[in-house]
């Protein structure tokens, strides 16, 4: 089948859309990236993202605009498949079926109380059947929830494609995903789908983002190549405060989003913090995310397995200043971008949520009970019909 895989992810840049040949089951699957490109949002659609997904902590948003946005997100992925097809001359009629991830915009993976009972959810925003009308098109939607109804955190997921693409019968390798929160995928060497361990570190790309535009007033969106960060001094005592989170102490599986690290936690960060240069703040928010992920290693990761390759994959992987920092942090692992083994890196969330899509369309599990903390594997998400 030829899948078209996107994805939007927390740091809410925008769609990105991979184009994926996917054929065999089991463990003959085999797939291949063709193309990949990436649509940003509109600047009034990520400031209503960015406003819904950060409303539990500031409720300002009705139910209304959550509503007028998961249609929206409908309508604009729809948009994104329709201009990919014309940017990669692929007929929509070539195209087989569409495996969509959503906008997250909450994740509460742990039970909490709430009207009498223990619940936990999650919510992607986007509403597939707008998709599937649009472009005519049978979409996969809304994988995360069937793993959370097994017990399990609904994430990470990438860590079945992980498998796929990584595994090796000798060398032990992490796959390292810096998008708007960071993750893990430890595969020892010659590991079976159930000795493969997965969790996220804690905040990748977001914290750093929303330092840097409240610094500089907007005007810039990000660190680029980490340039910013190199010209300032950290405050190595807010770091070591800041490495005290809960979150990073708890054991694997976890995940975790904007309910921990989001706008709450920025605005938490810069208060006090005025009399310091704005690149000084900048460092220190970005070394804190480096040690987030140098903590993981040397506590849940190098203690249990020999691992010889860190693949890295997401926006980080273009920060270069980060990127020689965690290689000075953890020496001996050598950092191979994942372009270097067949997707590129910035491809890879959408080429993964492509393969997810075949693997429920044909009633196989995409989850790992060992990565996910589910009690067994099953088929994610909702298949939404076409209309051919």
């Not at 997250?104 to 909490?112: C, F, G, I, N, S």
């Not at 680029?224 to 190595?236: E, W």
């Not at 605005?267 to 000084?280: E, P, T, Y």
Request: proline share 6%.
């Amino acid at each position: 089948m030829r899948v078209l895989g996107l994805m939007s992810g927390t740091s809410a840049d925008g769609i990105d859309v991979a184009l994926v040949r996917v054929t065999g089951r089991g463990r003959n699957l085999r797939t291949r990236l063709e193309r990949f490109c990436t649509f940003p949002y509109p600047a009034a659609v990520r400031s209503a993202v960015l406003r819904v997904a950060n409303a539990n902590r500031q409720p300002i948003v009705s139910v209304a605009e959550i509503s007028q946005l998961h249609f929206l997100l409908g309508e604009l992925y729809a948009e994104a498949v329709q201009r990919a097809c014309r940017r990669f001359r692929v007929p929509l009629k070539r195209i087989d079926l569409i495996g969509c991830h959503g906008q997250t915009v909450y994740h509460q993976p742990r039970p909490e109380l709430f009207a009498g009972r223990r619940i936990a959810s999650t919510l992607q925003l986007g509403e597939a059947q707008v998709l599937a009308q649009r472009t005519g098109i049978p979409v996969v939607a809304n994988f995360r929830p069937r793993d959370l109804a097994a017990g399990g955190q609904g994430a990470p997921l990438v860590p079945f494609v992980d498998y796929l693409l990584y595994r090796h019968p000798r060398r032990g390798r992490v796959a390292l995903n810096i998008g708007g929160i960071a993750n893990v995928t430890v595969i020892p060497a010659g590991a079976r789908p159930e000795q493969v361990i997965a969790f996220d570190t804690g905040p990748g790309n977001m914290l750093i983002d929303a330092v840097v535009e409240a610094v500089t007033r907007g005007r810039q969106k990000f660190d680029r190549h980490g340039r910013l960060a190199a010209s300032g001094r950290p405050n190595k005592g807010a770091v070591k405060s800041m490495l005290n989170h809960w979150f990073f102490r708890r054991p694997p599986p976890k995940s975790c989003g904007r309910e921990q690290f989001g706008a709450s936690f920025a605005s938490w960060f810069l208060m006090g913090r005025r009399d310091r240069k704005a690149v000084d703040r900048i460092r220190t928010v970005t070394e804190y995310t480096i040690g987030s992920i140098v903590y993981a290693f040397k506590r849940f990761i190098l203690p249990h397995s020999r691992i010889d390759e860190v693949i890295v994959s997401g926006g980080g992987a273009r920060n270069d200043f980060l990127m020689r920092r965690l290689q000075e942090e953890l020496p001996g692992l050598r950092f191979l971008p994942a372009g270097k083994l067949g997707v590129d890196e910035k491809a890879k969330e959408a080429f993964a949520f492509a393969v997810l899509a075949y693997q429920t369309w044909h009633g196989e599990p995409g989850n790992l009970p060992s990565a996910t903390g589910a009690r067994r594997a099953v088929a994610l998400g909702t298949i939404v019909p076409g209309r051919r």
